[in-house]
């Protein structure tokens, strides 16, 4: 049984070889950094729902509100319903972590300015990635990063303490 905080981190940033591109993008002085003070747990939630390595890249499409995703290059792709449906599962099982460090800049795993494209493939606006809009709004106070947030020292200290903190309160 652990006695560690446990962070859920995109699969990727721990160098799983889960990309949509099949590339492997690995971040191993901030995993290497991350491990000694916590349990890392990969998520990756379009590996999760069955899609395979390499696939076809996906964005955030529609309704910036509500956006769906979809095929990057071939909009007859969608799946909105099979990842919100992930969602929705995925969520319960995540009550236990005391952290979140995502994937910049993806669709599912972005926790910020990821573009919602309109039907001319122009940016409409922005939103957070799917999976990481569940995370956030499910468990708003759970302290959440980025692998280039983390890049820089002074932030990297401020999120291990946060996370430390709400892992001190969670296990009061
Ligand atoms: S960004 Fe998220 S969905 Fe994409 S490969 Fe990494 S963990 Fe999987």
């Known amino acids: 049984m652990t006695t560690r905080p446990v962070i859920a ?19 191993p002085e901030l995993c290497q950094h991350l491990q000694t003070y916590f349990e890392c747990l990969p998520v990756c939630p379009e590996t999760e729902i069955g899609l395979s390595v390499p696939r076809p890249a996906v964005q955030l499409s529609g309704d910036p509100a509500q956006p769906r995703m979809t095929g990057r290059d071939d909009p007859s792709i969608d799946i909105s319903d099979l990842m919100r449906n992930y969602c929705k599962t995925k969520i319960v099982s995540l009550t236990h972590i005391s952290a979140y460090v ?10 910020n300015n990821i573009p919602v494209f309109n039907n001319h493939q122009i940016i409409a606006d922005n939103n957070r990635g799917l999976f990481a809009e569940t995370v956030i ?16 020292q002074a932030e990297r200290d ?9 892992y001190a309160k969670q296990t009061l």
Do not use: N, W
């Open 158 to 166: 401020i999120f291990i303490q946060q996370v430390l903190d709400y």
């Open 9 to 27: 981190i995109s699969s990727c940033i721990m160098g799983q070889p889960v990309r949509y591109d099949g590339e492997i993008k690995h971040y």
């Open 137 to 152: 709004s499910t468990y708003p106070d759970l302290p959440v990063a980025d692998e280039i947030t983390l890049t820089h």
């Open 102 to 111: 995502f994937k910049s800049r993806s669709p599912s795993c972005g926790p």
